[in-house]
């Protein structure tokens, strides 16, 4: 069983379109985020959830959205996209407190906006 | 405040050669650490971790020492394979709350 899903794998749009990505963890964690992986690799953590409250919202552009309808889903809304949105996007849970420590990631949802 | 500094990549290899890479960390109180690995076209899975002082993360012959005096959790193989190529990230965890602090990621190609 996968433990963190994403859908979709392939993204790609035009600017200025509206799309959203979701994520699925069937691990029973309580803390979800969304991170932002650009050409060289480099994660950054965009937003967090803890049992569907927002925790973390570092510095990203309005147009992106967080939705979290229960502790096990977290999607990502993106408006009017721009070329510089391109990236690979990923979804990772984790426990609040206690055993296990670590996250577990999402395969990500690479998006292309041409 | 919390940061992790990894060496620079690409790092290219000849299979069966010794691997470090180096990590150190800025955290206040006592972090959980981490390595990641990323194969290409996938997402991130953990490698291996350490959640005290001391402690050894070991798996499929990767080892890293949590050391508190040096701050560092150096990401060390005795002898890579082609299937090792990979970007390997350092993370850690604070002891409060749950938000995680990635290094930059370094490349490896191991080549035969």
């Known amino acids: 069983d996968t433990a963190v899903s994403q859908t979709p794998k392939y993204l790609v749009t035009q600017m200025g379109n509206d799309k959203s990505i979701k994520c699925e963890q069937n691990?029973?964690?309580?803390?979800m985020y969304w991170y932002k992986q650009d050409s060289k690799k480099f994660l950054k953590i965009m937003f967090s959830y803890n049992n569907k409250e927002l925790i973390i919202n570092e510095t990203v552009p309005n147009r992106f959205s967080p939705k979290s309808p229960d502790k096990a889903h977290l999607n990502l809304h993106i408006n009017s996209l721009e070329l510089g949105d391109s990236a690979v996007y990923f979804c990772a849970s984790s426990q609040r407190a206690g055993s296990p420590y670590e996250q577990y990631f999402g395969p990500g949802t690479r998006l292309t906006v041409t | 405040g919390n940061s992790v500094t990894q060496m620079e990549g690409p790092v290219t290899l000849s299979e069966e050669a010794f691997l470090t890479i180096n990590c150190t960390y800025t955290?206040?109180?006592?972090?959980?650490l981490f390595w990641y690995v990323q194969y290409p076209g996938e997402g991130l899975q953990l490698l291996l971790k350490?959640?005290?002082?001391?402690d050894k993360g070991s798996n499929k012959g990767f080892e890293a020492t949590y050391r508190k005096e040096t701050t560092s959790f150096h990401l060390e193989k005795g002898s890579v394979q082609v299937s090792d190529s990979a970007v390997y990230f350092c993370a850690l965890r604070r002891n409060t709350g749950n938000q995680f602090y990635f290094g930059t990621g370094t490349s490896l190609t191991v080549i035969p």
């Open positions: 350490a959640t005290k002082a001391d």
């Open positions: 955290a206040t109180g006592y972090p959980s």
């Open positions: 691990l029973g964690h309580d803390t």
